[in-house]
């Protein structure tokens, strides 16, 4: 494979989240470290947001739970909790 011909990574909901340029006998490893967050506004699929014009966000924390709610309140505040089976 050439150089500068393809890249490898790891996506997520059909789009790249890390990725880097194949190199021939290279082995790329990646240790992903995700954090989630919550916001409410009017966005569109794969646009990148501008975290410091975001007022209104809240960390979901996943520490092995597979449910989370969120609640959106009067004063835009976000309310998360584990999800009630």
Same mark, same amino acid.
């Given at each position: ?35 989630? $967050? ?39 505040? $976000? ?7």
């Amino acid at each position: 494979m050439p150089d500068d011909t393809a890249s490898v990574g790891i996506g997520m909901d059909a789009a790249p989240v890390f990725a880097a340029q194949a190199v021939p006998g290279a082995k790329l490893v990646f240790t992903p470290h995700p954090q989630y $967050w919550i916001a409410a506004g009017t966005f569109t699929n794969g646009e990148v947001l501008d975290v410091e014009e975001i007022t209104d966000e809240a960390e979901i924390p996943y520490d092995n739970t597979f449910a989370m709610q969120a609640v959106l309140g009067k004063t835009n505040l $976000w309310t998360v909790s584990a999800a009630q089976s």
